[in-house]
């Protein structure tokens, strides 16, 4: 079974701190994902990384940075959280499959609230 | 870029009853369609999904449709029971680098026994 496993359910922050949420998955999946989840506005994608040290933005990057050191583990920064970044944070793994896309396994979620 | 648009936001059936969501993709290059399903308080987990060369996919009670011409795909659900009461979030991609997929807003389901 995949498992994608982050590092905080619930992280309470003050204005202006810096914020690290990390992520692991143990399947050496290439692929990684961050993403957060507002109501009414689905997913959306903040960054992805298709391999070590690679990182590419995705929809809405603004405020955020991501760091992927090694394959397992993917790292979302909040370099100054700001209350507009209250949400809940998922990161999902995937495999490049030889048809192309395949199926993002999802982490359990972290819910930040900035205060 | 890609733009998915989902519908319903909200759709109450009664149990035994046939659900149907429905979403439109902006990008013919668009080949790949999952659908996710998050059930209250838990991750999204893929349910069913299908690619560009198929234009139906069915697993038991779930099945998929996809019209590329039209740039529409939908799912649908059978005989629907109380546990399919969750969030649906359906979702396309491109064959580019990692897979990126860009998600519908999500329609709550509820199943009403």
């Known amino acids: 079974d995949v498992k994608v496993t982050q590092s905080s359910r619930y992280l309470v922050k003050r204005t202006g701190e810096k914020v690290f949420l990390e992520c692991v998955q143990d399947m050496d999946h290439e692929n990684m994902f961050w993403y957060r989840q507002d109501p009414g506005l689905g997913l959306r994608l903040i960054y992805f990384s298709y391999d070590v040290k690679m990182k590419e933005k995705g929809d809405i990057p603004e405020g955020y940075s991501v760091s992927r050191e090694k394959k397992e583990r993917f790292s979302l920064i909040l370099e100054s959280a700001s209350t507009n970044q209250t949400s809940m944070y998922l990161c999902?793994?995937?495999?490049?499959?030889?048809?192309?896309?395949?199926?993002?396994?999802f982490g359990p979620g972290t819910r930040l609230t900035v205060l | 870029g890609e733009n998915v648009e989902q519908h319903p936001s909200t759709l109450s059936v009664q149990e035994g009853d046939s659900a149907v969501i429905k979403c439109t993709y902006s990008d013919s290059a668009s080949n790949y369609f999952p659908w996710y399903k998050q059930e209250l308080g838990k991750r999204p987990q893929l349910i069913i999904d299908?690619?560009?060369?198929?234009g139906e996919k069915k697993d038991q009670r779930i099945a998929v449709t996809l019209n590329k011409t039209a740039k529409h795909f939908s799912l649908h659900i059978t005989e629907t029971q109380p546990e399919d009461s969750a969030v649906y979030f359906c979702a396309a991609s491109t064959s580019e680098y990692g897979n990126k997929l860009v998600f519908g807003a999500g329609t709550i389901l509820r199943v009403k026994s």
């Open positions: 299908i690619r560009s060369n198929v």
């Open positions: 999902a793994s995937s495999l490049w499959g030889e048809t192309g896309a395949d199926t993002q396994y």
